[in-house]
C-alpha cells in the first residue's frame, strides 16, 4: 500500500470515527457548529509524512487540505496527494450556519492545524484542537475573509476581511487564537470579485494575495513584510480570469515547495495552477484535477 493511500484510509477512518462520536453526542443527526466536537481532519494534518523527493511543508508553502461545503452545511475535505491532486473526499462536520471558512497554520509549522468559522449571524468561531471557540462578533459587516499567512513576521497568521464598502482589514490573530484589533490595508478592493492567496508566489517568503476583478483580470499583490504596508503595488497576471466562478488558495499542492492556486469553473471542474515561485511567470498552465466541484456552495 502506498503511503497515499495509507494516509487517505487512516483520515477517512478518524473522521468516520469523529462523525459517529459527534452524532451521537448531539443526538440530531448532524453536529451542531455550537457544540464541542471530537478532533477531525485538521488536527490530524500535522502528523502526515512527507514522501521521498516531496518538499517539506513551510509557513510559506503549506500544505492544507481542500474543503467543500454543500448548501446544507454537509462539510467533505480532500487530503492532498503530494502529486498535484486530491485523495477521494472524506465526510467531515455539518455547519448549517456557517458562512466563510478560514484554514489557518497558527504556529506556521506548515502544516493547517484549524480554522476559523464565520457564522452567518456574524459570529466569529475557532476550530482547534477538538473544540470550538467564540473569538469574536460583528463579522457580518464583511464580505470577504481569508489567511494568507503571517503579513510581518509574526509569530501567528493574520486575517484579511473586506467591508461592504471596500476597504480592505488587517486582522492578527495571537496565541490561542484570540485576534487583535483591526488594521486598514487599503480602500477600493471591492471592485474585485474574488481574493484569495495562501503563501508565497513570488520566491521571496513573503505571503502574496491574489485579486481578480469584474472584467476578469488577475492581479497579485505581492507581500512585502511590512506590518505598516503589507502589499506592493499590484501586478497584472493575465486576463480571462472569469471564465472561473472560484479561486481558492491550500498552499502547496504538488509538494514542489512553491505555493499553487486553485479555481474552479462553472462546469463544476477543478484547476490547479502550479506556482513556479518566479516573479516572471507565476503560474504554469492549469491541469484540471477533478470534476463535481459545483456541488459545493463554499470551498476553502
Known amino acids: 500500500m502506498t503511503q497515499s493511500s495509507r494516509r487517505a484510509r487512516a483520515l477517512s477512518s478518524a473522521v468516520a470515527s469523529a462523525i459517529a462520536v459527534a452524532l451521537t453526542a448531539v443526538g440530531a443527526g448532524a453536529a451542531r457548529a455550537d457544540a464541542p466536537v471530537p478532533a477531525g481532519p485538521a488536527d490530524r494534518v500535522a502528523g502526515t509524512g512527507v514522501a521521498a ?3 517539506k511543508p513551510t509557513a510559506t508553502a503549506p500544505l492544507f487540505f481542500l474543503s467543500g461545503m454543500l448548501p446544507s452545511g454537509q462539510m467533505y475535505v480532500y487530503l492532498p496527494d503530494g502529486k498535484g491532486g486530491f485523495d477521494d473526499r472524506s465526510g467531515a462536520y ?3 450556519h456557517l458562512k ?6 497558527p504556529d506556521l ?3 493547517q492545524d484549524g480554522e476559523y468559522h464565520v457564522m452567518d449571524d456574524g459570529t466569529v468561531n475557532l476550530w482547534r484542537g477538538g473544540h470550538v471557540k467564540k473569538m469574536a462578533t460583528g463579522w457580518g459587516r464583511y464580505n470577504a475573509v481569508f489567511s494568507p499567512g503571517t503579513l510581518s513576521g509574526a509569530k501567528h497568521p493574520d486575517l484579511l476581511a473586506r467591508d461592504k464598502q ?5 486582522v492578527p490573530t495571537k496565541a490561542g487564537g484570540s485576534l487583535s484589533a483591526r488594521v486598514e490595508v487599503g480602500t477600493g478592493w471591492d471592485r474585485y470579485s474574488q481574493i484569495t492567496g495562501q503563501g508565497d508566489l513570488t520566491g521571496d517568503r513573503e505571503p502574496d ?3 481578480r476583478d469584474k472584467r476578469g483580470v488577475l492581479w497579485l499583490y505581492k507581500g512585502t513584510g511590512d506590518a505598516r504596508k503589507p502589499f506592493a503595488s499590484r501586478v497584472r497576471v493575465g486576463s480571462g480570469w472569469n471564465r472561473y466562478d472560484k479561486l481558492v488558495a491550500t498552499g502547496d499542492v504538488d509538494a514542489d515547495g512553491h505555493s499553487d492556486l486553485l479555481a474552479r469553473d462553472p462546469q463544476g471542474k477543478l484547476w490547479l495552477l502550479k506556482g513556479t515561485g518566479r516573479a516572471a511567470a507565476f503560474f504554469k498552465p492549469r491541469v484540471t484535477i477533478g470534476t463535481g466541484f459545483n456541488q459545493y456552495r463554499a470551498l476553502f
Open 53 to 55: 523527493g516531496q518538499h
Open 94 to 96: 455539518v455547519w448549517p
Open 100 to 105: 466563510y471558512g478560514v484554514s489557518i497554520d
Open 109 to 111: 509549522t506548515g502544516y
Open 166 to 170: 471596500g476597504v480592505l482589514w488587517r
Open 209 to 211: 494575495v491574489v485579486a
